[in-house]
């Protein structure tokens, strides 16, 4: 089982499950824009699981639970004492320009984490106008970003 885990163009919304907006450290630096995530296991684990009881209440078994379940399988690997990261990378930029044009303020203004608790709990909840709400945000978000791919 690898211990980095990549996408390209994307980050899947079930890895924003993981974190606590308060863990989230955002901002512009030399480079440009970056977000960094950090969590410990335990908490990182316990969200999972919670994300991936939310969703089997609601859909059952299925490709989504299927991807949370691989997902928490890949957390179990690690020490107890381990930290998990997520890094949007060279993606950070992309997110920035995307949400400016967007009319927001750039990186600053990406609820990734919020949008994903937000359809987590209208899963859990069995209110679907709550977590379409928090889906279409994140994916609208991000399918912006992934349009910079496809005009490369």
């Known amino acids: 089982m690898p211990h980095i885990l990549t996408e390209t163009w994307v980050v899947p919304p079930r890895w924003f499950a993981l974190f606590d907006p308060s863990e989230r450290l955002r901002g512009t630096g030399p480079q440009g824009p970056f977000t960094l995530l950090r969590t410990d296991i335990a908490r990182a684990k ?3 699981e919670s994300a991936h009881k939310a969703v089997v209440t609601a859909f059952g078994n299925g490709p989504i639970e299927g991807e949370i379940a691989a997902l928490l399988a890949w957390l179990n690997v690690f020490h107890p004492a381990s930290k998990v990261e997520l890094d949007y990378g060279g993606l ?3 997110l920035d320009r995307s949400l400016r044009e967007n009319g927001e ?3 600053e203004a990406d609820s990734s984490i919020e ?3 937000l359809s987590l709990q209208g899963l859990a909840s069995g209110d679907g106008a709550l ?3 928090g889906y279409e945000r994140l994916v ?3 399918r912006r970003v992934g349009a910079y791919e496809q005009a490369m």
């Open 46 to 48: 316990a969200r999972c």
């Open 92 to 94: 950070a930029l992309y």
């Open 105 to 107: 303020e750039g990186i």
């Open 115 to 117: 949008d994903v608790a």
């Open 131 to 133: 977590a379409g709400q």
């Open 140 to 142: 609208s978000r991000w």
